[in-house]
T-cell receptor, first 108, second 111 residues
């Protein structure tokens, strides 16, 4: 069966520090992968999606970036976090979407 | 670009009341439609989906949704809500590789 792993579950980082969130999928090959953010009081916002290794589409301009170094690995990064980057980040794959458990990021 | 609107941001109901959450989208082509639910402290789960066929789809936990193409709507319904239905509900529309979510509706069911 397919599973999706996302870590860490919670993260507290100071402003200006780097970020790396990792997501891996098991039990499937060449999945469509997505990063979503749910900011407080707002709905889900698509940040990035990838249809294959090295293929990244960005939906919202921001100081975040994504990479897909392997078929089932999707990484969300930032070189310098902003306060406004705080939120709940969800990795997802497939259609319909299957979500990871999410990472709650607090930038202080 | 496609967009999804959920007009009710907060809904408060008593147990046994009927529920209808609105969802409207803007996209002229073929779409797949979804409702996701996020219970307090849990991750998002798929509630139901529409790809084709009967526009009235049944989901888990007694939920159903009706796709009305002429109205670009996919409203979620439940005849009798329970306290355990307290959650946030998201409508989503998929066209091509894009999945666009509505802003969510926070439902609180009072016991």
């Amino acid at each position: 069966s397919q599973t999706i792993h996302q870590w860490p579950a919670t993260l507290v980082q100071p402003v200006g520090s780097p970020l790396s969130l990792e997501c891996t999928v098991e039990g499937t090959s060449n999945p469509n992968l997505y990063w979503y953010r749910q900011a407080a009081g707002r709905g889900l916002q698509l940040l990035f999606y990838s249809v294959g290794i090295g293929q990244i589409s960005s939906e919202v301009p921001q100081n975040l970036s994504a990479s897909r170094p392997q078929d089932r690995q999707f990484i969300l990064s930032s070189k310098k976090l902003l306060l406004s980057d705080s939120g709940f980040y969800l990795c997802a794959w497939g259609r319909p979407l299957h979500f990871g458990n999410g990472t709650r990021l607090t930038v202080t | 670009a496609q967009s999804v609107s959920q007009h009710n941001h907060h809904v408060i109901l008593s147990e046994a009341a009927s529920l209808e959450l609105g969802c409207n989208y803007s996209y002229g082509g073929t779409v797949n439609l979804f409702w996701y639910v996020q219970y307090p402290g849990q991750h998002l789960q798929l509630l139901l989906k529409y790809f084709s066929g009967d526009p009235l789809v049944k989901g888990i936990k007694g939920f159903e949704a009706e796709f009305i193409k002429s109205k670009f709507s996919f409203n979620l319904r439940k005849p009798s809500v329970q306290w355990s239905d307290t959650a946030e509900y998201f409508c989503a529309v998929n066209a091509g590789n894009m999945l666009t979510f509505g802003g969510g509706t926070r439902l609180m069911v009072k016991p």
